[in-house]
T-cell receptor, first 115, second 114 residues
Framework: EAGVTQFPSHSVIEKGQTVTLRCDPI?????LYWYRRVMGKEIKFLLH????????ESGMPNNRFLAERTGGTYSTLKVQPAELEDSGVYFC?????????????FGQGTRLTVV | AQSVTQLGSHVSVSEGALVLLRCNYS??????LFWYVQYPNQGLQLLLK??????LVKGINGFEAEFKKSETSFHLTKPSAHMSDAAEYFC????????????FGRGTSLIVHP
């Protein structure tokens, strides 16, 4: 069974540009989460999808960030326009609704560098 | 609200020595607790978890953790460190019956010396 996959693994963009990160969750997992880790700090929650609906987006830093999950499958996180403080590692995770006690499965992350 | 505190951003041990990584949590309900590990250039991997039942839980690679409600702790231990254990370790808490969204600590980098 394929795990959570994220694309790209690394992205370097200039301030003011747009970047789109993609996450493919484990097949059948209704819950999809986005997290971000700024260097040296904790892994912070951004938002949570249940299928295609945003269940909780309280962690989204500002309106430059837009997340979508079309058809309840893969998800994208767009940053437009990117700022220097957006640099960090963006993690995606998924979990099944029926067994959330098993924990969330994480992808390898996308390392975003804004220069 | 839930939160996690990991004491020590870096822990250094010699190969063969005991590994102890500390985690204290705050939760308004009996929590689910997790330890994740991130090896260099890899994603987060679930090491072990506590949900209900036995308070001493065993995970992969010889790690174990004990849930102590009275101390609100979930420290991670391994009797004998290997060089391959060098990685970053994250403790996380989630609240069953609520959103289940895991909240993470800042992480502890484990350094293993030969």
């Amino acid at each position: 069974e394929a795990g959570v996959t994220q694309f790209p693994s690394h992205s370097v963009i200039e301030k003011g540009q747009t970047v789109t990160l993609r996450c493919d969750p484990i097949s059948g997992h209704d819950n999809l989460y986005w997290y971000r880790r700024v260097m040296g700090k904790e892994i912070k929650f951004l938002l949570h999808f249940v299928k295609e609906s945003k269940q909780d987006e309280s962690g989204m830093p500002n309106n430059r960030f837009l997340a979508e999950r079309t058809g309840g499958t893969y998800s994208t996180l767009k940053v437009q326009p990117a700022e220097l403080e957006d640099s960090g590692v963006y993690f995606c995770a998924s979990s099944p609704s029926q067994a959330r006690r098993i924990g969330a499965f994480f992808g390898q992350g996308t390392r975003l560098t804004v220069v | 609200a839930q939160s996690v505190t990991q004491l020590g951003s870096h822990v250094s041990v010699s190969e063969g020595a005991l590994v102890l990584l500390r985690c204290n949590y705050s939760s308004s309900v009996p929590p689910y607790l997790f330890w994740y590990v991130q090896y260099p250039n890899q994603g987060l991997q679930l090491l072990l978890k506590y949900t209900t039942g036995a308070t001493l839980v065993k995970g992969i690679n010889g790690f174990e953790a004990e849930f102590k409600k009275s101390e609100t702790s979930f420290h991670l231990t391994k009797p004998s460190a290997h060089m391959s254990d060098a990685a970053e370790y994250f403790c996380a808490v989630s609240e069953p019956g609520g959103s289940y969204i895991p909240t993470f600590g800042r992480g502890t980098s484990l350094i293993v010396h030969p």
